[in-house]
């Protein structure tokens, strides 16, 4: 396989992931919002679910951590495309801002207990 090939291969997989990422928070929340519009469309006591909804919000750091290690391997994969002297090119794929391996920390972040 060719090296540009390849590279275009493993930033299609990458952007798909990153939007499935994101189309799973949006879901996520809209859950969240349901679940509690739902008890209150149905008049029930707010006790009802509650264990639901704290299994839902505890998700979402959790998810943020996800989101972070795959922005990490973005840029890990970008500085390896720039080293094997590669392009990937995307098919209606998504511009970087720009500055965009300026932004936010090189690892992921850790959760610290407070």
Do not use: C, Y
């Not at 859950?31 to 519009?37: A, E, M, N, R």
């Not at 922005?71 to 500085?79: E, Q």
């Not at 970087?96 to 920390?105: H, R, S, V, Y």
């Amino acid at each position: 396989m060719e090296r540009n090939e390849a590279a275009t291969r493993v930033a299609e997989a990458l952007i798909s992931t990153e939007r499935a990422l994101d189309d799973a928070f949006g879901r996520m929340a809209g859950l969240l919002g349901t679940v509690t519009q739902t008890r209150q469309d149905a008049n029930w006591s707010i006790l009802v679910g509650q264990d639901a909804v704290n299994e839902i919000a505890a998700a979402l750091p959790e998810m943020t951590i996800v989101r972070d290690r795959i922005i990490a391997a973005h840029r890990r994969l970008d500085r390896w495309q720039k080293r094997m002297g590669v392009e990937a090119e995307m098919q209606g794929g998504v511009d970087k801002p720009p500055g965009a391996q300026a932004l936010g920390p090189e690892e992921p972040q850790r959760l610290r207990v407070a």
